[in-house]
């Protein structure tokens, strides 16, 4: 499968806890996001990167929440001391970049966090 | 504010019955507006965009400015159109999605 890989695809975590989740995009996309899912809800926009730069963060990142880039390949959304409002499935994409018909965001399955 | 509306949560038809699912936005530039779609146990995807005015597996959705709109239409329905049905709209050039809350379509044989 050559499309967008999250890992892990669960994580059962206890409040408090620090968690961590990969996203590996498609090869040679440059821009790469991270939205959150609540049951009922559309996803939503919480961060993005062009290469290895972020660009923009939502106000829905909290300061426990930490998204790299480094080489400007994978990606990883850390959240530190979780709640249990954290709870939802956390989304990657990416896009070319390129402008126009390139700005098509390919998904990833998703990572399911679960506070308890 | 940028906002995306879907009024339905669940729209159920039968097979052969023509569909509309409805979608609503607010933004005051010229967005770029999308059908993404989430058939079971699949990840999301791009259904359609209306910069392509593409017919994808069947369905169009025109975007109408005066009222702000994005419907998406299929004259007639299959069971493999059941799946979870999200709008959404980026700002001109940029990739930043704002999605509506989704309409999960039911089409019954």
């Known amino acids: 499968d050559t499309g967008v890989s999250q890992n892990p695809r669960h994580k059962i975590t206890k409040r408090g806890q620090n968690v961590t989740f990969r996203c590996d995009p498609i090869?040679?996309?440059?821009?790469l996001y991270w939205y959150r899912q609540t049951l009922g809800q559309g996803p939503e926009f919480l961060t993005y990167?062009?290469?290895?730069?972020?660009?923009?963060k939502s106000r829905l990142l909290s300061d426990r929440f930490s998204a790299e880039r480094p080489k400007g390949s994978f990606s990883t959304l850390e959240i530190q001391r979780t709640e249990q409002g954290d709870s939802a499935m956390y989304l990657c994409a990416s896009s070319p970049g390129t402008g126009g018909l390139n700005t098509e965001a390919f998904f990833g399955q998703g990572t399911r966090l679960t506070v308890v | 504010a940028q906002r995306v509306t879907q009024p339905e949560k669940l729209l159920s038809v039968f097979k052969g019955a023509p569909v509309e699912l409805k979608c609503n936005y607010s933004y005051s530039g010229s967005p770029e507006l999308f059908w993404y779609v989430q058939y079971s146990r699949q990840r999301l995807q791009l259904l359609l965009r209306h910069i392509s005015r593409e017919s994808i597996k069947g369905f169009t959705a025109d975007l109408n400015k005066g009222e702000t709109s994005f419907h998406l239409k299929k004259p007639f329905a299959q069971e493999e159109d059941s799946a979870m049905y999200y709008c959404?709209?980026?700002?001109?050039?940029?990739?930043?999605?704002?999605f509506g809350t989704g309409t999960r379509l039911q089409v019954f044989p």
């Open positions: 959404a709209l980026s700002r001109y050039n940029t990739d930043k999605l704002i």
């Open positions: 090869s040679e996309h440059n821009r």
């Open positions: 990167f062009q290469n290895e730069a972020q660009l923009e």
